[in-house]
């Protein structure tokens, strides 16, 4: 049972217009949900997170927003760069040490 | 200052073959995670270090799979009788002590384990 999921296996955005992640989640223990980044033959790294008392984080051109009722989370990317072009995971954790993570969404930004 | 490093970055096999893979966390991460990722999977749980306290090995798919750690440093992962369905990326992540806060998770680059 995929308790965090990214529907969409890939997404191509033009550089300079916006990309949007989705990702969904059914546990609604969940209360602590993070974004990573992963390049080719890397490891992920650390992208940006929201607690569940929160509805959006910003992080110069990256935000996410939480809508906890629906249960989705989405991560925003303005302006896209091809330095973005990337596989993106979310993840979320219920007052655990034990990070879910969902399947990933390969992101091209085409220049 | 270093990060987290793994090795062997690549490794072939053949079925029924033991293999041992190593992870070296960032120095003073109590903490330490081995993840599997399948080919167009998510990152899986496998086993959870922390300190010297009694890993959580609730996310090893089965007894062929083990894992050790010394101390709060190097850690390494053994599969025994390899499957071709081991065949992954084996990724280990490290972080200070999870204390009901929120840590950020340091990653490896992985070892690409391949089981002909």
């Known amino acids: 049972d995929q308790q965090v999921k990214q529907n969409s296996p890939s997404l191509s955005v033009q550089e300079g217009r916006i990309s949007i992640l989705n990702c969904d989640y059914t546990n609604s223990m969940f209360d602590y949900f993070l974004w990573y980044k992963k390049y080719p033959a890397e490891g992920p790294t650390f992208l940006i997170s929201?607690?569940?008392?929160?509805d959006k984080n910003e992080d110069g051109r990256f935000t996410v927003f939480l809508n906890k009722s629906a249960k989705h989370l989405s991560l925003h990317i303005v302006p896209s760069q091809p330095g973005d072009s990337a596989v993106y995971f979310c993840a979320a954790t219920a007052r655990t040490y034990k990070y879910i993570f969902g399947t990933g969404t390969r992101l091209k930004v085409l220049a | 200052g270093a990060g987290v490093s793994q090795s062997p970055s690549n490794k072939v096999t053949e079925k029924g073959k033991d293999v041992e893979l190593r992870c070296d966390p960032i120095?003073?991460?109590?903490?330490l995670y081995w993840y599997r990722q399948r080919l167009g999977q998510g990152l899986e749980f496998l086993i959870y270090f922390q300190g010297n306290s009694a890993p959580d090995k609730s996310g090893l798919p089965s007894d062929r799979f083990s894992a050790e750690r010394t101390g709060e440093s190097v850690s390494t992962l053994t599969i025994q009788r390899t499957q071709q369905e081991d065949s992954a990326v084996y990724l280990c992540?490290?972080?200070?002590?999870w204390g009901g806060g929120y840590n950020e998770q340091f990653f490896g680059p992985g070892t690409r384990l391949t089981v002909l």
């Open positions: 992540a490290s972080s200070l002590a």
């Open positions: 120095s003073g991460h109590t903490a």
């Open positions: 929201i607690s569940s008392i929160k």
